[in-house]
């Protein structure tokens, strides 16, 4: 595809509340912004969201890596792939390039705009003192959503589990993530306690697949792999390793939409986000929307409600939060616009 111009915008998104896991504390999400202009003057976005809490590549090298695309007169999927980027920057560029293509193909007649299908989203919950979480959990019920992903690893783990479930009832559904803050034994025993509060899957428990097969051999509850699966690869080896009955994908942790796919075609997958801005919501949510067209496909609900804990936005059309549901936006590609002053008022 011949590109006109490519632009690289690094801004930051202040959370309403600290951000807290067992991997540490955001007090803010920083992310690039990548617009691919063709030369019809029709913009493709793209975001980058560097995963900072993982040890990952940082803002400034994946600005880096964007800003290389400036010199290429045409881009497609062959050019990203050899390329050598990060997996948040791939993720940019390919999701920038299939927005891009879907608002050429709209703009010329070739393809009708689909009416937006929501998605089930579960509810974030911010790990803290088990009341503390259990308010928390019942403001986001009251906004409709049934199921409820809490943080566990840096606290009273138990204690958050149990007061989540007696204030909700037994009706919602509680799903927990540690993010492989647990050793083999410190998982085992935990995962026992909260047992009995009807948990419907736990996200990484601990790290390698060996542990992970480990642990799920000793409890009832379905394991979810997250950090252990950035790739089709890892998927694959997970599955014959028996480490997990899921996937757990971030679209910027294994590089672009049509990685999620690829990785879905392996085990059974439910999107999260990796506390993306909007256009990386609503790539997400399209993938969400191509996996829930399977017969086989999870009936999970995705963690992508995740822009109800931001401060502000970029954007001045967006995925919208209502009665647990994602609602993409109606416009063509991924339907996002950006409000301009917002993203100078953000930018770093």
């Not at 690289?8 to 959370?15: G, H, K, N, T």
């Not at 995963?51 to 290429?72: A, H, K, Q, T």
């Not at 997250?226 to 997990?244: F, L, M, N, P």
Request: glycine share 10%; with cysteine; charged share 25%.
């Amino acid at each position: 595809m011949k590109i006109a111009s490519v632009e690289v915008v690094p801004y930051a998104l202040p959370f309403r509340e600290p951000y807290v896991t067992a991997r540490g504390r955001l007090e803010r999400r920083e992310m690039a912004l990548l617009r691919l202009r063709s030369d019809d003057g029709l913009v493709g976005l793209g975001e980058a969201v560097p995963l900072s809490l993982r040890g990952g590549v940082g803002i400034e090298s994946v600005v880096r890596e964007l800003e290389m695309f400036d010199r290429l007169e045409r881009i497609d999927e062959g050019e990203i792939a050899e390329a050598g980027l990060s997996a948040p920057a791939r993720c940019a560029a390919t999701t920038a390039l299939l927005d891009l293509r879907s608002r050429q193909s709209t703009a010329e007649g070739r393809a009708e705009e689909d009416e937006p299908v929501p998605v089930p989203c579960n509810a974030t919950l911010v790990a803290g003192e088990p009341a503390a979480v259990a308010a928390d959990a019942l403001a986001w019920a009251g906004e409709g959503f049934a199921t409820f992903k809490l943080k566990l690893g840096a606290g009273d783990d138990a204690g958050q589990v149990r007061e989540v479930r007696e204030a909700l009832g037994p009706g919602a559904r509680i799903r927990v993530d540690a993010n492989a803050a647990w050793d083999v034994e410190t998982a085992k025993r935990t995962l026992a306690a909260i047992e009995p509060f009807d948990v419907e899957l736990a996200e990484q428990p601990v790290t390698g697949l060996e542990a992970l097969a480990e642990v799920g051999a000793a409890t009832s509850i379905p394991i979810a792999g997250d950090e252990c699966i950035e790739s089709c690869a890892d998927a694959e080896e997970a599955a014959r390793a028996g480490a997990c009955d899921v996937a757990s994908v971030k679209l910027s942790k294994v590089g672009g939409p049509e990685a999620a796919v690829a990785i879905a075609e392996v085990m059974p997958t439910y999107l999260s986000s990796a506390l993306d801005g909007p256009v990386g919501i609503a790539a997400a949510a399209q993938v969400a929307r191509t996996l829930a067209q399977s017969p086989d496909a999870p009936r999970l609900a995705h963690g992508l409600a995740t822009q109800r804990l931001f401060a502000s936005t970029v954007a001045s059309v967006e995925c919208g939060l209502r009665d647990g549901m994602l609602h993409p936006p109606s416009g063509p590609g991924l339907g996002v616009e950006i409000d301009e002053d917002a993203l100078r008022a953000h930018r770093l």
